[in-house]
């Protein structure tokens, strides 16, 4: 059990590492503060760096980034966004889309068949020609086709009927456990909400960053406190985390909440607990009967 889960989640870092030659986008602007989650540590966002598959994006409060794509096709982030860029599918591949685990985004896409999948605990978007406004969290989700059309699924999977056809100027809105509505009339104030910074269509800044190589500034550790929304998500996205943060296992501190919260992400238990995932020993002959030797059948 303990090998098949090891080498699971091993196939899907090598799929990831696959994408990253193919697909990376470049942070064109930043205000405020963000932090991008790569490998077992995170650095700090800047103009210039490259955002490559499996990375994960978190912005602070009051923050705002752009992340332009080699296709034409952009992410806008706003605060308080915890976003996958280029997540794990439902069988651990990679997956081409952008998994929103909550806050504000916008994705504007250039082209047809380029971009990413918006995808979220609520919903997923295959990538088409416009321009979504969205925020998304886990019990709840809300979104405007700016421009273009779409067709919306809900998730998780089985979730709903039919896929949602949506027009440009429609709004959806969704809670956990319900199916979601379109146009319903609180959803406008959803304008009321949105950043301000997402009303207006910014100019291109990534060949000003082409051909340069911006290295992050590297971050402080992390803790089970700050990944803590991630160890817990739905189980193709959580479970990528066994592999990349294993290390972290040895660290007091974060082993001791992962065993406390191991109902909450159990694909941990063989890397905490190995003991129990060995094989088991050979059983011990039984003993031969007194006065017999262990090998002469009993006579009759």
């Known amino acids: 059990m303990l090998r098949s889960a090891i080498l699971a989640v091993t196939l899907a870092s090598a799929a990831c590492c696959a994408w ?32 490559i598959p499996g990375d994960l994006l978190e912005t602070g409060a009051g923050a705002f980034v752009q992340i332009e794509l080699p296709d034409q096709s952009r992410i806008e982030l706003g605060p308080a966004a915890r ?22 985004g916008k994705l504007t896409y250039a082209k047809p068949d380029t971009g990413l999948d918006l995808r979220s605990p609520l919903f997923e978007i295959a990538a088409h020609p ?17 421009r273009g059309d779409a067709r919306l699924v809900e998730r998780p999977p089985g979730a709903g009927g039919a896929p949602v056809p949506l027009n440009a100027g429609d709004y ?36 000003k960053f082409r051909g340069r190589d911006v ?3 590297e971050m402080p550790g992390f803790s089970y406190a700050d990944v803590e929304a991630w160890l817990s998500a739905e189980a193709p996205i959580r479970r990528q985390f066994v592999q990349r943060w294993r290390v972290k296992a040895h ?24 003991e129990k995932y060995l094989p088991k020993e050979a059983q011990t002959p039984t003993p031969a009967l007194a006065g017999r030797p262990a090998s002469t059948p009993a006579a009759r």
């Open 20 to 51: 990253a030659t193919e697909i990376s986008g470049t942070i064109t602007i930043l205000e405020g503060d963000a932090l991008v989650y790569r490998g077992a540590g995170r650095v700090q966002a800047q103009e210039g760096v490259r955002i």
């Open 172 to 207: 959806y809105k969704r809670k956990a456990g319900m199916r979601g509505v379109v146009n319903p009339p609180e959803a406008r104030a959803m304008l009321d909400k949105m950043p301000r910074a997402f009303r207006d269509t910014l100019p291109s800044r990534l060949e």
């Open 83 to 104: 976003m996958q860029f280029v997540a794990p599918g439902a069988r651990g591949k990679a997956d081409r889309s952008l998994y929103v685990l909550a806050g504000w």
């Open 215 to 217: 290295r992050p500034k």
């Open 130 to 146: 416009g321009v979504i406004v969205f925020d998304a969290r886990p019990s709840e989700a809300m979104l405007f086709i700016e």
């Open 251 to 274: 660290e007091p501190a974060f082993r001791s909440a992962l065993i406390a919260h191991l109902g909450a992400h159990p694909e941990w238990d063989p890397i905490l607990f190995p």
